[in-house]
């Protein structure tokens, strides 16, 4: 079974500017959560999505949000790019139910100029 | 964002040794908890999970401890080998609350050979 995928694997971009990401999790997994990785603040929850639907969201701005597919694909976007936002974009899917575990990508490393 | 506030400790062992990773969870209603190892470069892997009816698990050489009372976990790894060294991170996520998980600050393994 393939794992989770993310793409691109590295993103530069300068301030201001906005970007997507992409994650296709594990197939027959509904859940996608996202998550970022800095240095400072380690792994922080952005959001959930489960059946199209954002069922959870962590402290974030609304500058970043997302979305998923019918086929359970999920795409982030960060709009009005901050140097603050440099950091390791992780996606993780699951089947959905809050006991069952999450499994990763290898991120999309974001670099902000 | 939300995250468990530990600074970033290291633990250096001896291949061969038993290592133990110990983890202090935030929310008293937290009733899944998850393992990982993340290795430089990589996303996390999945290690280990435990539900909070449990106090003990047994994987392959890991085993995990939970501690409700003083909310505290525990991941063990018997003869800890090269390969093991990473940063392992706890994660715990709170009745209905789906794909969110609240990770730890991480914990970075070192395995002399």
């Known amino acids: 079974k393939a794992g989770v995928t993310q793409t691109p694997r590295y993103l530069i971009k300068t301030r201001g500017q906005q970007v997507t990401l992409s994650c296709s999790p594990i197939s027959g997994h509904r859940s996608v959560s996202w998550y970022q990785q800095t240095p400072g603040q380690g792994l922080q929850f952005l959001f959930e999505?489960?059946?199209?639907?954002?069922?959870n969201k962590g402290n974030f701005p609304g500058r970043f949000s997302g979305r998923q597919f019918s086929n359970s694909r999920s795409e982030m976007n960060v709009s009005t790019l901050e140097l603050g936002d440099s950091a390791l974009y992780l996606c993780?899917?699951?089947?959905?139910?809050?006991?069952?575990?999450?499994?990763f990508g290898d991120g999309t490393r974001l670099s902000i100029l | 964002g939300e995250s468990v506030g530990l600074h970033l400790p290291t633990l250096s062992v001896q291949e061969g040794d038993n290592s133990i990773i110990n983890c202090a969870y935030s929310n008293s209603a937290s009733d899944y908890f998850i393992w990982y190892k993340q290795e430089s470069g990589k996303g996390p892997q999945f290690i280990i999970d435990?539900?909070?009816?449990?106090d003990k698990r047994q994987g392959q050489r890991v085993t995990v401890l939970l501690n409700k009372t003083v909310k505290h976990l525990s991941l063990q790894i018997a003869a800890t080998q090269p390969g093991d060294s990473a940063v392992y991170f706890c994660a715990e996520n709170g009745y209905n609350q789906g794909g969110k998980l609240i990770f730890g600050q991480g914990t970075e393994l070192s395995v002399k050979p």
């Open positions: 999505y489960f059946s199209e639907t954002q069922r």
């Open positions: 993780a899917s699951s089947q959905g139910q809050g006991d069952q575990p999450q499994h």
């Open positions: 435990i539900r909070s009816n449990m």
